[in-house]
């Protein structure tokens, strides 16, 4: 039997951002407005620039660009850069004197005040957005409705919003079930003393079977994604040491200078000289997280979101080909008694437009248009996402269904799927098309765990001044202390209130200060 693949995101993207909440309203066709809004005929095609770093088109005048071309009497200009030095790129472009209409890419909401004030970015007002993007504006303000957040910069709107609501569920730990029996466990642990306690197991018990001691309780995310980094102990502690949050007095803070994260810090060192943390933690990233699992080296995994787990998932897959029993567990009941589970939150940085677009009312006004169509129409998000129906995708009721000439090959570039949407996997109302009733079942079990807390940030993707000037300096800061924390370089007494005072007067306490501010206009 011929073995069929569901695309399960943003096509040609390992979806650490993944698919949004299913169920909302927007969906449906809006053929009438097509026509109410191709020119085609009637005038010279508009021309469009489109940058993007991902998913890029194996060539111009792909099937899914004519597509939109012919549908909307424009003309694409296709602007590829490579994800790995897009910013790169993108600078360089900006120094010729060149500005895409459609700036497609993975900037940081500080990128968005630097290009705002450097006059690269067209403001967009909120209005406009509404009026032409209706259906969209709705499902996303559905998801949150503090969606424009990002994109609010100096009393005005640089773009159009995006989230992500995938974002807004947490990390969820996993274990290797063969593991778990071995060591006399028949559900994962539930709290911290019953994780040491497994962790400890599978160091000293010999869990894989094979008569040596070669095994850790896990190793963590210190080389791509420090934010990530034992996020579940942390979490317990309710803190997530990357984000703002409120203290017991009602005052914005931030998670890496808590007495929480001390803690952690102090739990996680503990465990480190008892050797159940794999000491190569430090250069590990996501895809040694998962070779390392799957090669016996380690029995849990913690930078998984409920989609990774799954069994198309990141982790999910590879576990079930290699014949290891992926167990999701819950989060970890902390000192107070409380489950927490760290999430990245689903806002994200709006959708940007180069600063020529502020003058040019008609294809601004086409591009939302676009951008409309490609996100609340049915045949525009599904061509636009999955490429040409009977060739890439087949449908399944409402499930698109990768073909067997699409699953690992090129095809979908070839077809430009993925390019010109800068939302696929982002729509909550399109969601139906990429989730099977089995897999929003998955995550159903997985999410909708009874007094868990989920963390998030409270400025999340916010755009902040001192942020933008200060945030990398501070993550680099925090990066090397918790490393040395964690190993033992460092203490976590006068060590750790000598990075919170280097912390604070590096800009953290001007990153404070600003976010006080805004905590106390959005409650006023």
Same mark, same amino acid.
């Given at each position: 039997?011929?073995?069929?693949?569901?695309?399960?995101?943003?096509?040609?993207?390992?979806?650490?951002?993944?698919?949004?909440?299913? @169920?909302?309203? *927007?969906?449906?066709?809006?053929?009438?407005?097509?026509?109410?809004?191709?020119?085609?005929?009637?005038?010279?095609?508009?021309?469009?620039?489109?940058?993007?770093?991902?998913?890029?088109?194996?060539?111009?005048?792909?099937?899914?660009?004519?597509?939109?071309?012919?549908?909307?009497?424009?003309?694409?200009?296709?602007?590829?850069?490579?994800?790995?030095?897009?910013?790169?790129?993108?600078?360089?472009?900006?120094?010729?004197?060149?500005?895409?209409?459609?700036?497609?890419?993975?900037?940081?909401?500080?990128?968005?005040?630097?290009?705002?004030?450097? %006059?690269?970015?067209?403001?967009?007002?909120?209005?406009?957005?509404?009026?032409?993007?209706?259906?969209?504006?709705?499902?996303?303000?559905?998801?949150?409705?503090?969606?424009?957040?990002?994109?609010?910069?100096?009393?005005?709107?640089?773009?159009?919003?995006?989230?992500?609501?995938?974002?807004?569920?947490?990390?969820?730990?996993?274990?290797?079930?063969?593991?778990?029996?071995?060591? @006399?466990?028949?559900?994962?642990?539930?709290?911290?003393?019953?994780?040491?306690?497994?962790?400890?197991?599978?160091?000293?018990?010999?869990?894989?079977?094979?008569?040596?001691?070669?095994?850790?309780?896990?190793?963590?995310?210190?080389?791509?994604?420090?934010?990530?980094?034992?996020?579940?102990?942390?979490?317990?502690?309710?803190?997530?040491?990357?984000?703002?949050?409120?203290?017991?007095?009602?005052?914005?803070?931030?998670?890496?200078?808590?007495?929480?994260?001390?803690?952690?810090?102090?739990?996680?060192?503990?465990?480190?000289?008892?050797?159940?943390?794999?000491?190569?933690?430090?250069?590990?990233?996501?895809?040694?997280?998962?070779?390392?699992?799957?090669?016996?080296?380690?029995?849990?995994?913690?930078?998984?979101?409920? /989609? /990774?787990?799954?069994?198309?998932?990141?982790?999910?897959?590879?576990?079930?080909?290699? %014949?290891?029993?992926?167990?999701?567990?819950?989060?970890?009941?902390?000192?107070?008694?409380?489950?927490?589970?760290?999430?990245? *939150?689903?806002?994200?940085?709006?959708?940007?437009?180069?600063?020529?677009?502020?003058?040019?009312?008609?294809?601004?006004?086409?591009?939302?248009?676009?951008?409309?169509?490609?996100?609340?129409?049915?045949?525009?998000?599904?061509?636009?996402?999955?490429?040409?129906? *009977?060739?890439?995708?087949?449908?399944?009721?409402?499930?698109?269904?990768?073909?067997?000439?699409?699953?690992?090959?090129?095809?979908?570039?070839?077809?430009?799927?993925?390019?010109?949407?800068?939302?696929?996997?982002?729509?909550?109302?399109?969601?139906? /098309? /990429?989730?099977?009733?089995?897999?929003?079942?998955?995550?159903?079990?997985?999410?909708?765990?009874?007094?868990?807390?989920?963390?998030?940030?409270?400025?999340?993707?916010?755009?902040?001044?001192?942020?933008?000037?200060?945030?990398?300096?501070?993550?680099?800061?925090?990066?090397?202390?918790?490393?040395?924390?964690?190993?033992?370089?460092?203490?976590?007494?006068?060590?750790?209130?000598?990075?919170?005072?280097?912390?604070?007067?590096?800009?953290?306490?001007?990153?404070?200060?600003?976010?006080?501010?805004?905590?106390?206009?959005?409650?006023?």
């Amino acid at each position: 039997m011929k073995q069929k693949r569901l695309l399960t995101g943003m096509l040609g993207i390992v979806l650490s951002a993944s698919l949004l909440v299913s @169920g909302c309203s *927007g969906g449906g066709s809006t053929d009438n407005s097509t026509e109410e809004i191709s020119d085609k005929g009637t005038e010279k095609p508009i021309e469009i620039s489109i940058a993007n770093n991902w998913n890029i088109p194996k060539a111009d005048n792909n099937y899914v660009q004519k597509f939109l071309e012919e549908k909307f009497n424009v003309k694409f200009k296709n602007i590829s850069f490579e994800t790995a030095t897009w910013k790169e790129q993108f600078n360089v472009m900006l120094a010729s004197g060149q500005i895409p209409d459609i700036i497609s890419v993975d900037g940081t909401v500080g990128d968005v005040v630097q290009w705002a004030d450097q %006059g690269i970015l067209a403001s967009v007002s909120q209005e406009e957005i509404k009026q032409y993007m209706p259906k969209y504006t709705a499902d996303v303000e559905s998801v949150d409705p503090n969606a424009w957040d990002p994109g609010t910069y100096n009393g005005k709107n640089w773009g159009v919003p995006k989230v992500w609501g995938e974002g807004a569920t947490g990390f969820i730990p996993a274990y290797n079930g063969q593991w778990l029996k071995a060591i @006399g466990y028949n559900e994962p642990p539930k709290d911290l003393a019953e994780l040491e306690d497994v962790l400890t197991k599978f160091m000293n018990d010999d869990p894989d079977g094979n008569g040596k001691k070669d095994t850790y309780g896990l190793t963590g995310r210190g080389k791509d994604a420090q934010a990530q980094l034992f996020n579940t102990v942390f979490a317990a502690y309710g803190v997530a040491p990357y984000q703002f949050k409120l203290d017991a007095n009602g005052k914005v803070t931030y998670g890496a200078i808590t007495e929480e994260a001390r803690n952690a810090l102090k739990l996680l060192n503990e465990w480190y000289k008892a050797g159940i943390i794999d000491p190569e933690f430090i250069t590990d990233g996501n895809s040694e997280i998962q070779t390392k699992f799957v090669s016996l080296r380690t029995g849990i995994i913690e930078t998984g979101m409920w /989609h /990774h787990l799954y069994d198309d998932g990141y982790f999910g897959l590879i576990s079930k080909d290699k %014949g290891i029993e992926l167990v999701p567990g819950v989060p970890f009941a902390g000192p107070d008694g409380k489950k927490y589970a760290m999430a990245n *939150g689903a806002l994200q940085p709006p959708l940007l437009f180069g600063a020529q677009l502020e003058k040019d009312d008609a294809k601004r006004i086409k591009i939302l248009q676009i951008l409309e169509y490609v996100t609340t129409d049915t045949e525009g998000y599904l061509t636009t996402v999955f490429g040409e129906k *009977g060739n890439s995708y087949n449908l399944e009721g409402e499930l698109a269904v990768v073909t067997e000439a699409a699953a690992g090959t090129e095809l979908m570039s070839e077809l430009g799927a993925g390019f010109y949407n800068p939302f696929g996997a982002k729509v909550s109302s399109m969601m139906k /098309h /990429h989730y099977s009733p089995e897999k929003l079942a998955f995550k159903e079990k997985l999410t909708n765990v009874e007094d868990v807390t989920v963390l998030t940030d409270l400025m999340q993707s916010t755009v902040m001044t001192t942020k933008a000037q200060y945030e990398a300096i501070l993550n680099t800061l925090q990066a090397q202390y918790y490393i040395k924390a964690i190993s033992g370089e460092a203490n976590t007494d006068k060590d750790f209130d000598d990075f919170r005072s280097q912390w604070l007067n590096s800009g953290g306490q001007s990153e404070l200060d600003e976010a006080q501010q805004i905590y106390e206009e959005r409650n006023k």
